[in-house]
């Protein structure tokens, strides 16, 4: 017998599960992503590079920078490009205003009605209008980081390879210095209301993660070892669904805010620490549903990030200037986590700079196993026990914990 | 007190852009619930949906049966129908492959032919009749925010019947065209994104699809082929959003 459940609310994009029973005994579960194919990779190729990071923007609307900026940084290093520290910082900013507006949107308008008991947001609202104003402030300013850097709150097109089409100004700059240091006390507030999660899903056995903390030079693991994706991720297709699924060595594994702050804690700003390290063992456990709390600590870490990246910018001095690319023959990836987790963008170039290979992989593929083991454990515990409705409720929270992208999963491309 | 419109959002394949910015007007979502009382909505709401709605907005295209159902099951329950955004209006970029879709499966996900019933890409206005399209990759807010304000008011909404190019001129932008040779579609481009592209110094890339009437793809191509650009690659920025023939 197989149930099928309805189609997944408040997450991005199309997606349902259904459920295997013979005997009565829970066999398997499998994650359908029914949103149609998108073709991205056959899209860019034969393109010239210079239109193709703004194609790839179109992928997501929740992560478009983060696909703008790893289709740069794949290309730039086919061309063999190195960029200053400058654009570095500006482009490490734009992903911090891409992590604030999309953990806001995650975590007070799909996540919080759970945690309140509501069907959404706007109902939520009645009640609690501050917290989604607080919400929505947060998202707010994200998006205007995004406008900033990436020329449009949604599917911009100022990121480019060699920099920008147009850099912040002196009073751009101070307005995120100001903005981040103002914010900060509504992210504080949501590590505490997101700390009153419990356990759910599965516990990951395996991290990965970029080797910086927003993007890198190659991935990690729970081992700290640097690899290439070709090294140890493999993704195959499923009948049943237009996302692929991605294992390591193997195996499922997790990507996202848990394992970013579970590898690269480190790496955290003075505040976010802190809140890391008291909220550490509860994280260690790699409950899946740990993540919403996560990215709780990660809008603290984007604050304050967000304002020392604008003090060392308004300190030195903004230069504006962009590195020569000239195009030619060669290969590169770009590693960038999105807001839910490693993102790679995979390109080979010809002589005149026109992409003949490209693949891309998205966090919510990487996932996607991993998204079917937690919903197994859960649907084991509650089959039988619960009427459907309630059932699908908790399953919706437990997919809902990874921040699926769905839209950004259903393009992948073997060649 | 007057009673509220029904809106209902309704989304088939895409970014989930289109979606999502009806949200993010912020402070004007709650001006406009005023108005409207907000039924299905999957991406925001685990409200199930039902019934008749006064005003419906389709996003996204057509490409699979499940996004043609859904469709058309949009359209005979909603009075009003906006196609919004440029996937459900022209097509967008997943339109613009233009490989048969057994071809396309059979690149991307391997031998095991079409068995999730998915279509060619293309926009909801090839299936459906709509009462109002609204452009933009993405589309300009303010634009469906005074569009819902009007329809509500009983008013039919503004439709811009300019190019890109106006906008321009209006804010003093520099033409990146005629002054940097950049390959910039604003002058054959529907206008209402107040010239976002040109505003990062950049040209304009076609998002909001062709200007309806006499607009003059044959000159623009003419004038990047004088710039230098290969003829190849104008037309596949023509072909990128809308399936503009030069």
Known sequence: MIIELHEFTRVEGNGRA?????????????????????????????????????LEARICAICYLAHSVASVMGIERAFGV???EEIKLLRELGLIGELLESHALHLYLLVAPDVLGYSDAIRMATKHGELVKEGLALKAFGNRIRELIGG???????????????????????????QSEALLKLAKRAVRLFAGLGPYGERAKHFVATDGYLWGERLISEGGEPFHYTERIEERSLVYSFAKQGKYNGESFLVGA????????KMLTPEAKRLFEEQRERLETGYVSYNNLAQAIELVYSLERAGEIAK??????????????????????????????????????????????????????????MMEASLL?????????????????????????FDPCISCSVHLVKL | MMEKLKLGVFELTGCGGC????????????????????????????????????????TGTVSTHRDLELLKNARNRSDYLIALGTCATHGSVQASVELPIREKLKAVYGDEGNPMKALDSKPAVEYVAVDLAIPGCPYDKEELYQALMNIARG??????????????????YECVLVKRNLPCLGPITLGGCNAACVRSGLGCIGCRGPLPGEVNPAGEYEILRGLGYNGDYIVRKFKTFARWEP
């Open chain 1, 152 to 178: 449009r709150e949604i599917h911009g097109i100022n990121v480019k390879p060699g920099g920008f089409g147009r850099y912040p100004t002196v009073e751009e700059l101070e307005e995120v210095e100001r």
């Open chain 1, 377 to 401: 454990k859960e649907v084991r515990a509650l089959y039988g026990e619960v009427g459907e409705g309630e059932m699908v409720k908790k399953l919706e929270e437990t997919v809902r914990a």
């Open chain 1, 258 to 265: 848990l394992p970013r702050l579970l590898l690269k804690a």
């Open chain 1, 312 to 369: 060392t910018l308004l300190d030195r001095g903004i230069n504006g200037e962009n590195v020569p690319v000239e195009p030619g023959e060669g290969e590169g990836i770009g590693y960038v986590e999105a807001p839910r987790g490693v993102l790679i963008h995979h390109y080979r170039t010809d002589s005149e700079g026109k992409i003949v290979y490209s693949n891309i992989i998205t966090p919510t593929a990487l996932n996607h196993a």
């Open chain 1, 82 to 84: 190195e960029v200053p």
């Open chain 1, 18 to 54: 259904e459920i295997v029973v013979e005997d009565g005994e829970v066999k398997d579960v499998r994650l359908k992503i029914v949103e149609g194919p998108r073709f991205f990779e056959l899209l860019t190729l034969g393109r010239h590079y210079y239109d193709v990071p703004d």
């Open chain 2, 155 to 172: 008013a039919d909404p503004v439709r811009p019947d300019y190019p890109v190019c106006v906008e321009c001129k209006l804010n003093e």
């Open chain 2, 19 to 58: 979606a999502l910015n009806v949200l993010f007007l912020y402070e004007r979502l709650f001006d406009l619930l005023e108005f409207y009382e907000m039924g299905e909505f999957h991406m925001a709401s685990s409200a199930q949906g039902g019934g008749h709605y006064d005003v419906g907005i389709v």
